[in-house]
């Protein structure tokens, strides 16, 4: 068992929690307390079912930035998912690997002219826009560039929000179509983003309503748009799938208003959180703690210090919003809680992930873990003061893979899945599954991934 290492991929013959996974890599592996995550693959795969059967019209396109761990790529690309690319360095890691240009839009509005030349050399032909500059610029660097034009959203409810980046108006959104015809560049389509964490379905609704708007007169000017983009935002953490369905139902609705299915749109998003959130839990060990105690009242207050903190997973503190709740295996859960606060590992003050909370007292060596802790938390970690954060390993049970396996490879444009999990069924699926991705699991893992059977 000593090989359930960083990046492996675990593939057990029960269905596991989380947290039963990390107890068992704990046991596994006594003396050894560097951070880790426990990769809930089939959490992954069952967002993919619930997307396609929520809102079967909507292809998503993984937002890569929100993690761009190689194998979540891997497994998102065999199931079928396209992919939200921001740069050239994400364009070029979907595609090495074997993702086609044809799967990926680069979408970000304001792009160095360099990587849209790489867009032009690899074939990734669809990119968004929202300013006349960036149309002139893409204009000189690749004429040929099939673009989507960005309109602003009212994200005020979004937990982070984009619209004071990026985003036309409505009305420079006009202007920006008849720019285009003018100098004769194609615009295909619309997109829009909410806002990360976006809590009203309403955004959405005014968002696609706003696109019909401005494709139809598009249309009118002679552009053949027929693409529509209703981005990111949608929600990833536990216990936010009642919130996802109404978004979903929602979306639909407004679909079906206003770009009914008439054989020629297309519309897809770009999910990021919603994928990965909940997928990623994270263990940490307590390194260190100290007793304050307060000279007034006598209470003490304690603070426990573990391996890693804001610069590495937790940057999602500083740069997501996320409050992060820590949870304890049961040996420590008990009832007497004192004042606590929890900090990261470097010498830095500001290395906090929580000030106070209420939790019983801890000794060091003991293990905390955090849930819902998948986006934006690895793809901005650093290992500032020679720290590491937390590296991946990936679980699955047997039973449940094959069943994936079977649903998408076997009837790529049908296909049912029924685990003691999950059961789900569509006759949508619409997906092309690329023989050289099959299978990666567990035979065609990455070179310095080990995968491990355990019971
Ligand atoms: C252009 C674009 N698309 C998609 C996303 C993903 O958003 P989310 O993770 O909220 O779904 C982002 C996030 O920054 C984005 O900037």
């Not at 309109?151 to 409810?157: E, K």
């Not at 004042?339 to 010498?347: E, N, R, V």
């Not at 049970?397 to 790529?412: G, L």
């Given at each position: 068992m000593h090989l359930i290492k960083d990046n492996s991929i675990v593939v057990t013959k029960t269905q596991f929690t989380a947290e039963e996974f990390i107890q068992k890599k704990i046991e596994l592996l006594k003396d050894e307390v560097e951070p880790f995550f426990a990769v809930d693959l089939e959490d992954v795969c069952n967002k993919h079912i619930r997307w396609l059967t929520s809102m079967p019209r909507v292809t998503p396109h993984y937002a890569v930035k929100c993690n761009d761990d190689t194998n979540i790529i891997k497994l998102l690309a065999y199931l079928g998912a396209g992919f939200d690319c921001a740069s050239k360095g994400e364009m070029k890691k979907v595609m090495d690997l074997g993702v086609s240009a044809d799967r990926i839009i680069y979408a970000n509005p304001c792009k160095q002219s360099s990587y849209i030349r790489y867009a032009q050399e690899v074939g990734v032909e669809v990119m968004t826009f929202d300013n006349e500059q960036e149309l002139m610029k893409i204009k000189q660097v690749y004429p040929n560039a099939k673009l989507v034009l960005?309109?602003?959203?009212?994200?005020?409810?979004a937990v982070c929000r984009f619209s004071m980046k990026f985003g036309a108006d409505l009305k420079t959104a006009f202007k920006l179509v008849e720019k285009a015809q003018e100098i004769n560049m194609e615009v295909i389509g619309v997109s829009f983003h909410c806002g990360s964490g976006q809590m009203t379905s309403k955004a959405f609704v005014d968002a696609i309503q706003n696109a019909r708007t401005l494709m139809s007169y598009g249309i009118k000017l002679g552009f053949d748009m027929n693409l529509l983009d209703i981005g990111g935002g949608y929600p990833g953490n536990l216990g936010t799938e009642d919130y996802f369905a109404e978004i979903a139902a929602a979306v639909n609705k407004a679909l079906d208003e206003h770009f009914p299915d008439d054989g020629n749109i297309r519309i897809i998003a770009e999910p990021g959180r919603y994928y990965v959130a909940s997928s990623y839990t994270l263990a940490t060990n307590v390194i260190a703690s100290r007793e304050m105690v307060d000279a007034e009242t006598g209470n003490s207050k304690y603070m426990y210090y573990i391996n890693d903190g804001v610069y590495g997973s937790f940057n999602c503190v500083l740069y997501d919003h996320y409050v992060p709740t820590p949870s304890l295996f049961a040996k420590n859960d008990s009832n007497e809680k004192h004042?606590?606060?929890?900090?990261?590992?470097?010498?830095d003050g500001l290395d906090c992930i929580n000030q106070s909370i209420e939790l019983p007292k801890l000794a060091i060596g003991d293990w905390i873990y955090w849930k819902n802790m998948g986006a934006y938390t690895i793809s901005a970690a650093v290992q500032f003061n020679g720290l590491p954060y937390g590296k991946p390993?990936?679980?699955?049970?047997?039973?449940?893979?094959?069943?994936?396996?079977?649903?998408?490879?076997?009837?790529?444009?049908?296909?049912?899945?029924?685990?003691?999990a999950t059961r789900v069924n569509s006759s949508d699926c619409s997906y092309e599954i690329e023989d050289d991705m099959l299978p990666w699991i567990p035979e065609d893992f990455a070179e310095d991934t080990t995968v491990v059977t355990i019971q």
């Open positions: 960005r309109i602003v959203t009212d994200d005020s409810n004042t606590t606060s929890i900090w990261g590992p470097t010498c390993i990936y679980f699955m049970s047997k039973q449940f893979w094959d069943t994936v396996k079977a649903a998408f490879q076997t009837v790529p444009r049908k296909y049912q899945v029924e685990t003691s």
